[in-house]
């Protein structure tokens, strides 16, 4: 293409070049002949002058003489000449007396007689002179002699002025011919392979090859738009290279998100999906992109009946809400799925965020489970003891009545009511936190509330190697429901087990700062990086050092808890030296707290 091109530029220029020095020729041929016609003829006329100022004086001595043989000759002679077509000498009344041509004599010459054709003709007037009186009469009356009439050939005149031209215009055009090609190889040098070059470039890009450039040289103009051309393609390629560094950018958020994600034009066909929305309907990306969303999600040909079903393209095109409804998708094995879909309107677009209901319910009942069952196994621990002492004291409170011996029942009954007060604390705690939120905060003390909580979840620390040491003064209390105070604890406790995978030691300690008291859990684990500091707290975000499972939502659920309370929720965290989450409360003891 690019030699085609360059072809057809080299083809214009010669053409272009070649037209224009034939229009030149010719109008310089025209200007030429016409100037040496015209500067010959004043030529001619100024000779013919002079002939005839001389042919005059020959002719007026020979009349003086009365030499008419040698007037004859003379006339002759002249007429002979190859620029002079005839000579004349006609008297007074015009009639030809003297020809070179004797057929002429006698003729008379009208004033308005033309010359031939291809001839000039120059008139030289006779006077009468005192010598010429014998013969002529008195110059008063008659003050003309005759006239000399010369007629010239003006076809030689007009040949040489010709062939004069034509060596010019010859000589010119051999000039603008080599003047032709040498500019035409400088253009081709200077302009048509830098432009070719240009046009290389251009068509390398247009082909995807952003990297392609050219090699300007000189510093002339065609240069300094090679040096723009390549500050463009630079540009294109910088900025080629960020919108893709976006679009990776913007594939990666998307495929953070556990939801299922869709970006679908007004034709119906998918723009954008996430690896969550591949993975729900069983295809790579590659093969989503372009697919009908009627297609990829529910298998139909034609699109879903929006007077029937929630289609939200269809409903974006009426009115530019967001929504959310249930639906049901296909699986890659051909089975319903059920999902909750929240869509919204985009720039023309719409995204839609598609969540698995039926695996969101696995994965909570299975998480659920497992913590249900990690909670019971602790709380069955601890009732297991108190119940075997229990069982213990009545088999010997049996035996010591079946023998007699009630001196030390009593003793065996305070026993099995301490044991039993025991299991009661325990259940007591349990029911405690899995309690619904009252509508009104409680003072709660925060020492007994705390101690209740690590007891539940002791069974636990001993299995993670997990030592926990309590610092709370007597005298703190909050203001908060029962159970949310329960549970924010529970979960930043269990949070601290999870980062402590080889166990270490968890702290809880609280303090009175001003106006609020501060409940801060320190754990010695392997800390948070700071790029995760400020996601921790987001909902279904989870990084467990430990590797295991997890909703994400603890966090979340405590901060909630926190706001609720009006007290807040801060970390401190160091890589490899563990964390710190402290709960900080308004003081309801404080003087000015109202």
Known sequence: MIARLQQRVWLRLILLLGGTLIAVSTVLLLLVVGFYTNRLRAEQEHAASQVGSLLHAALENAMLKRDIPGLTAI?????????????????????????????????????????????????????????????????????????????????????QALTGALGLVLLGGLATLAASVALAFGLRRIVVRPVAELARAADAMASGDLSARVAPRGRDEIAALGHSFNRMAGHIETSQAELIRAERMSQSLIDAIPDGIRVIGPDFRIRRANAAYAAQVGLPLDQIVGQFCHRSSHGRDTPCPWTMVTCPVA???????????????????????????????????????????????????????????????????????????????????NRDLAQDRTDRALQYLDLIRAEIDKSLQITDSLLRLG???????????????????TRLLDFQAQTMQVRIEIDIPADLRVLIADSDLRMAVTNLVLNAFHAMPEGGLLTLSARRAGERVELAITDTGLGIAPENLQNIFMPFWSRRADRSSGRGLGLAITRAIAERAHASLSVQSTLGQGSRFTLSFPDPDHAHVP
């Not at 998480?367 to 213990?392: C, D, M, Y």
């Not at 309690?435 to 909580?453: K, N, R, T, Y």
């Open 75 to 159: 006339v002759t002679g002249l007429g002979q000449q190859p620029s002079i077509d005839r000579v004349m000498i006609l008297n007074p009344a015009r009639e030809i007396r003297f020809a070179s041509d004797p057929a002429l004599i006698g003729q008379i010459l009208p004033p308005d007689a033309a010359p031939a054709r291809g001839s000039s003709r120059s008139e030289v007037a006779v006077p009468n002179r005192e010598a010429c009186r014998s013969c002529h009469g008195e110059v008063t009356e008659h003050p003309l002699n005759g006239t000399l009439v010369v007629d010239y050939d003006d076809h030689g005149l007009f040949r």
């Open 315 to 397: 409903e974006m095109k009426q009115t530019a809400r967001r929504l959310t409804f249930r639906d049901q998708h296909r699986r890659p094995d051909g089975s319903a799925m059920a999902v909750e879909v929240s869509a919204a309107p985009m720039d023309g677009l719409v995204v839609e965020a598609i969540r698995d209901l039926d695996e969101q319910v696995r994965v909570s009942q299975t998480e659920r489970l497992s913590e249900i069952g990690l909670l019971a196994t602790g709380v069955a621990h601890e009732i297991h003891n108190p119940l075997s002492s229990i069982a213990l004291t009545l088999s010997t409170l």
């Open 435 to 453: 309690s619904p939120a009252s509508g009104e905060p409680q003072l709660i003390d925060l020492a007994p509330a705390i101690g209740a909580v």
